[in-house]
């Protein structure tokens, strides 16, 4: 417990799982009909999408090596370790965007 004080783990979870779900919603706008809602707190995030390119939106982000998990074959799960900055979160948004600009 010491080191999630000395590291500030709770409130870079606020701060950044704040800034990646905005980032996420905005993808949601931009692709309404792909990215069908963005929930959760924190860093515990859910992404909806279309069940047809659910799959492959999974598959191409493993293939650029983010690790995320798909619910009910609809919802990829958002995960990351504790300690993420906001430009690793970016990332993983502008890896995000690029599969659904593909699917």
């Not at 809602?37 to 999408?49: C, H, Q």
């Amino acid at each position: 417990f010491d080191i999630y004080e000395k590291e500030k783990i709770v409130e870079n979870c606020a701060e950044v799982g704040a800034y990646l779900k905005d980032k996420l919603t905005s993808l949601e706008k931009k692709y309404p009909d792909k990215l069908k809602e963005v929930r959760g707190s924190g860093l515990l995030l859910g992404m909806e999408l279309d069940k047809d390119i659910a799959g492959t939106v999974f598959k191409k982000l493993f293939e650029k090596k983010f690790l995320t998990s798909l619910c009910k074959g609809l919802t990829i799960r958002i995960a990351p370790p504790l300690n993420i900055t906001k430009d690793e979160a970016d990332l993983f948004v502008n890896a995000l965007d690029t599969v659904l600009a593909e699917v």
